[in-house]
Nanobody, 115 residues
Framework: QVKLVQSGGGLVQPGGSLTLSCAPS????????TEWYRQAPGKQRELVAT???????TYIDAVKGRFTASRGSAKNTMLLQMNSLKPDDTAVYYC?????????WGQGTQVTVSA
């Protein structure tokens, strides 16, 4: 069964940058929409950013101007570039991608912002 594989998380100092990647483990139909979520300890999972097949993006106010969702060079690969990271950005980040067959979740990747 095809899954989304995430990479790119880690520990970074405040003000630093990370890029998360999300790609399917096998061949799937083209994703028309990808959503990025995060879940901090003790909090509900929240939608952070979306990107459509057209390239149109949306962001929550907390990350607007700092995070950028984009499509990678490989088919169905999605990226989340995170700049000027803050301790409040610490969370497990998930991607969720949609095609005409349904949707797929990534396994999650930890992002920790700490001095």
């Amino acid at each position: 069964q095809v899954k989304l594989v995430q990479s790119g998380g880690g520990l970074v100092q405040p003000g630093g940058s990370l890029t998360l990647s999300c790609a399917p483990s096998g061949n799937v139909l083209t994703f028309y929409r990808t959503e990025w979520y995060r879940q901090a300890p003790g909090k509900q999972r929240e939608l952070v950013a979306t990107i459509e097949n057209s390239g149109a993006t949306t962001y929550i106010d907390a990350v607007k101007g700092r995070f950028t969702a984009s499509r990678g060079s490989a088919k169905n690969t999605m990226l989340l570039q995170m700049n000027s990271l803050k301790p409040d950005d610490t969370a497990v980040y998930y991607c969720k991608a949609f095609n005409t067959r349904g949707y797929y979740w990534g396994q999650g990747t930890q992002v920790t912002v700490s001095a």
